[in-house]
Structures are given as structure tokens and as C-alpha cells.
């Protein structure tokens, strides 16, 4: 069965320091890998997504992700925090056309 | 850019009652899913639907849920009988199918409150 762990559920970080946020996945197969983001009372923000290719992604709002099938991860990094990024981010995992499993989240604080 | 819309936002409803949750996916997209995330908790996958009947459904997706595309572009979700821990936020999302590169695009969701 597949499944996402997200190790931290809640990171504060200050404003302009950077960022990594953890995902490990296990997957029977190659994996489609996400990451979305929710604001309060929002719904699910696609970030960046993995599908095959180069395995440094870029995605929106200057966040990029890295998979690395040895350790089975898919960690979200961002060089330069701003207040606004505060939010839950979801890593998930899936396959083109099937269901997404997510991980349970980490809740990010930015401090001033 | 196209988004998947979710109506109403915010449904109340007694414990017992049906409630019908409305999507409109992506107007090319060919697969459609529900996913629910109680509060605090993760997303859950329910069920996923293409060509006109479920491909796919979780262990929580029990016979008081049905789906259904009445028309070209509504999908809808219905809850017979709620129960108290029906209680989450219910997101529809949607890809077009057929590409390597397909996403799925989530809608605002709507929030169900059972009482």
C-alpha cells in the first residue's frame, strides 16, 4: 500500500531564513509525487509535482522539490521564507489517473 | 485559468438528513474525484469516477455515499444519511486524463457541518 509520512507537523521558521520541509514515500511503483499548499479555509494549491525527467523541480512561488529514489523522499525547499508562505503543505503520492494519498501535513509558521 | 468550482461553501445539516454536495470540474477533464479532510486531519481519498461510473473507491466511501455526473459538467456527491462524523471539508478535483503530465486540480471545498 502506498503511503506518505511527513515527519515535521509543525516548523517555525524566520522570515528570509531558509526552508526544507520532509516527505518520505513508499510506492510499489514509480511515483507521481506532489506538493500542494493550504492557506486557512482554503482549499488544496498545486505547488510542484514529480513525474519523471530531471529530478530537481522548480515550482510556483520560488519553492523547488527533489526527488531521491534511494531514500524514497521528496523534500520541499525554499532559499528565502516570506510571511506569506505561511500555511500547511501536503506532500502526496499517486499514479497518472488514481487516487492521491497524502501525508499529514506541515503546518509552517514564519516568523517576523 | 480554468478552476474546478464547489458549491455551497458551507453546508449545515442535521444528523440523518441527505446532503448533495455540487462540483463543476474543469470543463475537459475526464476524471473526477472527492477526497474529505477532517478538521486537523489529512486528506482522504473517497472515490474517483470516469466514463461515467467509480474507478476507484477508499474503505470510506460506504453505501451511504453515491456520486453522479447528471449533466455535462456538475458532479455531485451525496451523503444519505449524515452522520455526526460526516463533519469535514469536501474537495472535488479533477484531470483531463490521457497525459503524462496530468495534474489534479482541486476546487475551494466545501465544509459540512453535521449537528
Known amino acids: 500500500a502506498q503511503s506518505v509520512t511527513q515527519p515535521d507537523i509543525h516548523i517555525t521558521v524566520s522570515e528570509g531564513a531558509s526552508l526544507e520541509l520532509r516527505c518520505n514515500y513508499s510506492y510499489g511503483a514509480t511515483p507521481y509525487l506532489f506538493w500542494y499548499v493550504q492557506s486557512p479555509g482554503q482549499g488544496l494549491q498545486l505547488l510542484l509535482k514529480y513525474f519523471s525527467g530531471d529530478t530537481l523541480v522548480q515550482g510556483i512561488k520560488g519553492f523547488e522539490a527533489e526527488f531521491k529514489r534511494s531514500q524514497s523522499s521528496f523534500n520541499l525547499r525554499k532559499p528565502s521564507v516570506h510571511w506569506s508562505d505561511a500555511a500547511e503543505y501536503f506532500c502526496?503520492?499517486?499514479?497518472?489517473?488514481?487516487?492521491?494519498?497524502f501525508g499529514s501535513g506541515t503546518r509552517l509558521q514564519v516568523q517576523p | 485559468e480554468p478552476e474546478v468550482t464547489q458549491t455551497p461553501s458551507h453546508q449545515v445539516t442535521q444528523m440523518g438528513q441527505e446532503v448533495i454536495l455540487r462540483c463543476v470540474p474543469i470543463?475537459?477533464?475526464?476524471?473526477f474525484y472527492w477526497y474529505r479532510q477532517i478538521l486537523g486531519q489529512k486528506v482522504e481519498f473517497l472515490v474517483s469516477f470516469y466514463n461515467n461510473e467509480i474507478s476507484e473507491k477508499s474503505e470510506i466511501f460506504d453505501d451511504q455515499f453515491s456520486v453522479e455526473r447528471p449533466d455535462g459538467s456538475n458532479f455531485t456527491l451525496k451523503i444519505r444519511s449524515t452522520k455526526l462524523e460526516d463533519s469535514a471539508m469536501y474537495f472535488c478535483?479533477?484531470?483531463?486524463?490521457?497525459?503524462?503530465?496530468?495534474?489534479?486540480?482541486f476546487g475551494p471545498g466545501t465544509r459540512l457541518t453535521v449537528l
Open positions: 502526496a503520492v499517486g499514479a497518472l489517473g488514481r487516487a492521491l494519498t
Open positions: 470543463s475537459n477533464h475526464l476524471y
Open positions: 478535483a479533477s484531470i483531463s486524463g490521457g497525459r503524462e503530465t496530468d495534474t489534479q486540480y
